[in-house]
């Protein structure tokens, strides 16, 4: 391992590497992060479900850890020790980790099915009356509606929220409880009825419900009213009075909107894309990881360009001062020193190039490492020191093209993903083409009705004599009697029919079903022509590889050839065989030869690490869970500190 400019002896470094690749995992592991999940509530059960649930803040500070490796203003780093702190710290990676997440709760969404339900406002119930009880009741039962009594207190319900296709029936089951108390003053226009000018009512409301919905396309629901009503009238036989109902209702689509699988498809959909998160968060965590390879071995590059520089200027350095004694001693002419210095100057410019080449890369590798980027001014202030190389092996060892394209048809997430997405649109196709059929759905209803009061004798005059009203016996009560008229089914109602309905060309329905499958048929097709593009991404990565193992070869067989030519020409100016600009010349060659061995070193390293990603196994290459990666921690290192371009 060579040594980096300003960094220690090789041997030291390694020795130091090997250090932290033990350490590594024990303090990788030593304080682990709070969790990002959602904290579900802890409650009794009856008030639980109606409690939010704590979702953490976000993770926006780097861990201390991070901040404890940088030692004297140095952050020694292998490239998997990079790795593992932008795996914990990449804010993309953080935002991906939200995803699944999101989805999960999607799932749970879903499975509650059903649009958004309207709200209804209890204030409706306030001015409603049983068919039948006290005056108003009595004028509602005969068709009468005197002036003041609807309208003041009436309300309307939300609207509900529609959708593409038959709308899923709500799963979860749902209760219902309107209680309003009024008290009314009504001016009697017409007092025959009420026997009085002022009708005034203190009434109470209780209306309460169950529904519960089902896959098949169906729902039940089950409603019980009360009304209490004591009123000023004198021509109540029951007064107060409770009126009760009891009743169920039981409707199931027939043809739009019936089957599991339709009333499914986004429960379905949901659980896909649940599972399809893996596969995004794995593309998003190997980008990460191919971001950190390319950058950590540009760093590398830089620390070898910096030193080639370097050692470029000295040698310019050294010459220059060769140069001034033969002139001062009068061998060479004046001129010559201006060509030394000129050298000089461009190694100077070169060596600020290189410099600057590396701090930014340096910056890139910090941003990509650190959740604040360089606002943190421990992180900002420390110089990272790259302590693997990229090893160029003696050959390959590439498997078949057939193999590699095999491997990533079957590790790619990508195309997995894109696969997931197919599915999901058959799926939600089963909405639109069961929306194209009409409307049937069958119900059927049972209600049963009490009332029971406290009676009164009417004494109302006629021609022939008064006349006395007295209730029947058999609604004397209160509220238990009238229930029990209700279980004893002394007044049932009972309903069965069904509903129809046909649109004329029915043109919305069918196009939507036919923007659907079009759609779905682009999707099919881009899912084979990006099957076709990574064959072709895995040919172009096979040919990258050998052309830049072919041209490092070339470029270390240039490099030496130049350091022998200077070192010759170097010899000959010593015993005055040569002149300094062909001196010169030798130099500005070597050091062009050292660049080029450089770059195709980083370029063999990129089209390594392109390969391994073209085929899907860079993280398999690198060793990483995406488990632990989800969940902040990856534990493990290499086993040495001097990895290849692959690691």
């Known amino acids: 391992m060579t040594e980096y400019a300003g960094g220690f002896p090789g041997k030291?470094?390694?020795?130091?590497?090997?250090?932290?690749?033990?350490?590594?995992?024990i303090s990788f592991l030593s304080a682990q992060e709070a969790s990002i999940e959602p904290v579900r509530p802890s409650a009794p059960v009856l008030w639980r479900p109606y409690l939010a649930p704590k979702v953490p803040p976000v993770r926006a500070e780097n861990p201390v850890r991070l901040r404890d490796l940088v030692r004297a203003g140095k952050l020694y780093l292998s490239a998997h020790q990079a790795i593992e702190l932008a795996l914990e710290n990449n804010i993309d990676i953080e935002v991906a980790r939200y995803t699944p997440i999101d989805l999960a709760w999607r799932v749970t969404r879903a499975e509650a099915g059903g649009a958004l339900p309207g709200v209804p406002s209890g204030a409706s119930q306030a001015g409603s009356v049983a068919s039948g009880q006290g005056v108003l009741g009595s004028q509602a039962a005969a068709g009468v509606s005197a002036v003041g009594?609807?309208?003041?207190?009436?309300?309307?319900?939300?609207?509900?929220?529609?959708?593409?296709?038959?709308?899923?029936?709500?799963?979860?089951?749902?209760?219902?409880?309107?209680?309003?108390?009024?008290?009314?003053?009504?001016?009697?226009?017409?007092?025959?009825?009420?026997?009085?000018?002022?009708?005034?009512?203190?009434?109470?409301?209780?209306?309460?419900?169950?529904?519960?919905?089902?896959?098949?396309?169906?729902?039940?629901?089950?409603?019980?009213?009360?009304?209490?009503?004591?009123?000023?009238a004198p021509s109540d036989v029951l007064n107060p009075s409770a009126a009760t109902t009891l009743s169920v209702f039981f409707e199931h689509s027939l043809l739009q909107g019936f089957g599991v699988a339709v009333n499914e498809r986004f429960i379905t959909v949901a659980k896909i894309n649940l599972n399809t998160s893996d596969l995004n968060f794995k593309t998003q965590v190997i980008g990460v990881v191919v971001n950190v390879l390319n950058t950590y071995y540009s760093l590398v590059a830089d620390y070898?360009?910096?030193?080639?520089?370097?050692?470029?200027?000295?040698?310019?350095?050294?010459?220059?001062?060769?140069?001034?004694?033969?002139?001062?001693?009068?061998?060479?002419?004046?001129?010559?020193?201006?060509?030394?210095?000129?050298?000089?100057a461009s190694g100077r410019q070169d060596l600020v190039t290189s410099q600057t080449n590396l701090q930014q890369h340096e910056l890139q590798l910090k941003n990509l490492m650190s959740r604040t980027g360089v606002a943190d001014p421990v992180v900002a202030s420390a110089q990272i020191i790259p302590v693997d190389r990229i090893v160029v092996p003696e050959n390959d060892n590439l498997p078949p093209l057939a193999d590699l394209v095999a491997t990533a048809l079957a590790n790619r997430s990508d195309l997995a993903a894109e696969k997931a997405g197919l599915r999901t649109a058959e799926v939600s196709a089963l909405g639109t083409k069961n929306g194209v059929l009409p409307a049937l759905i069958g119900f059927?209803?049972?209600?049963?009705?009490?009332?029971?009061?406290?009676?009164?004798?009417?004494?109302?005059?006629?021609?022939?004599?008064?006349?006395?009203?007295?209730?029947?016996?058999?609604?004397i009560g209160g509220i238990g009697d009238a229930l029990g008229q209700i279980f004893r089914?002394?007044?049932?109602?009972?309903?069965?029919?069904?509903?129809?309905?046909?649109?004329?060309?029915?043109?919305?329905?069918?196009?939507?079903?036919?923007?659907?499958?079009?759609?779905?048929?682009?999707?099919?097709?881009?899912?084979?022509?990006?099957?076709?593009?990574?064959?072709?991404?895995?040919?172009?990565?096979?040919?990258?590889?050998?052309?830049?193992?072919?041209?490092?070869?070339?470029?270390?067989r240039n490099?030496?050839?130049?350091?022998?030519?200077?070192?010759?020409?170097?010899?000959?100016?010593?015993?005055?065989?040569?002149?300094?600009?062909?001196?010169?010349?030798?130099?500005?060659?070597?050091?062009?030869?050292?660049?080029?061995?450089?770059?195709a070193l980083v370029t063999y390293g990129n089209a390594r690490i392109a390969l391994d990603q073209a085929t899907g196994t860079t993280l398999e290459a690198n060793h990483i869970s995406i488990a632990d990666v989800r969940e902040g921690k990856v534990p493990g290192a290499p086993s040495s500190p001097g990895a290849s371009a692959r690691n």
């Open 559 to 599: 490099r030496i050839l130049a350091q022998q030519l200077l070192d010759a020409e170097q010899k000959k100016y010593a015993l005055g065989a040569s002149t300094p600009y062909n001196v010169i010349q030798q130099q500005r060659d070597f050091t062009a030869a050292q660049f080029a061995e450089i770059s």
């Open 12 to 25: 030291l470094r390694r020795c130091m590497a090997l250090g932290l690749c033990c350490f590594w995992p």
């Open 489 to 556: 089914r002394n007044y049932p109602t009972e309903g069965v029919g069904a509903f129809y309905q046909a649109r004329l060309r029915n043109r919305a329905a069918q196009a939507d079903y036919d923007i659907d499958q079009l759609s779905f048929r682009q999707s099919q097709l881009t899912a084979e022509k990006n099957i076709k593009q990574a064959q072709v991404d895995i040919s172009n990565a096979v040919v990258a590889l050998r052309q830049a193992r072919a041209r490092y070869d070339a470029a270390v």
């Open 304 to 344: 070898e360009n910096v030193k080639a520089k370097q050692n470029a200027l000295d040698v310019a350095q050294t010459f220059l001062e060769d140069t001034r004694r033969q002139v001062q001693l009068g061998v060479l002419a004046d001129i010559e020193i201006t060509r030394a210095e000129s050298q000089a």
């Open 149 to 232: 009594t609807s309208g003041a207190l009436r309300g309307t319900t939300n609207a509900s929220i529609s959708q593409i296709g038959p709308v899923t029936q709500t799963l979860d089951p749902i209760f219902q409880e309107a209680s309003t108390y009024s008290h009314r003053t009504l001016p009697q226009p017409n007092n025959v009825q009420s026997v009085t000018s002022v009708l005034v009512q203190n009434q109470r409301v209780y209306n309460g419900s169950l529904q519960e919905g089902f896959l098949s396309g169906g729902s039940i629901s089950g409603t019980y009213t009360d009304h209490f009503l004591k009123e000023n």
């Open 444 to 475: 059927a209803s049972e209600s049963h009705a009490g009332l029971a009061g406290t009676p009164h004798t009417v004494i109302t005059p006629s021609a022939n004599g008064p006349v006395i009203e007295k209730p029947d016996p058999y609604f």
